[in-house]
């Protein structure tokens, strides 16, 4: 069995991915609002892709701890998703999403969910591989950091 492979650390900007997509009727759920299935589905793919820039590598999802819709997005809304590694494990990464409605005409912006997700880095072959070590550039990165270290013991416990 080989030695396990220490990778040169990372910063948290070099994860940062923003997607940006207007809500039309295709989007809409039986309210008239923008289904929030298609949100979930936009977050998985701007925390993956996170997630892949900072492993340079596939990753799958295993996890999605928490996901509150507080605010309802609107048909003719333009999400904006932006998302970035706020905890590295030896192949697992833990991803900050956070979710913003625009509306264009109006000129306002809400922020309407945070959620974090975790994924694990494979390799040629399917396994899980590791992952470069996150290396904070601020004191609020440092502490969210601290925060998903937590985060991933409790995971762990269940």
Known sequence: MSEPVELPGKPVSASRMSIAQLMNPEHANNHGNVHGGWIMKLIDEAGGLACMRHAQRRVV?????????????????????????SYVGRTSMEVEVQVFAEDMIHGTKIHTNTAYLVYVALDKQGRSAPVPGLIPETEAQRQRMQAGRKRQEERLKS
């Open 61 to 85: 999802t295993v996890a999605v701890d928490t996901l509150t819709f507080r605010k309802p997005i609107f048909l003719g809304n333009l999400v904006t998703i932006t998302a970035e590694v």
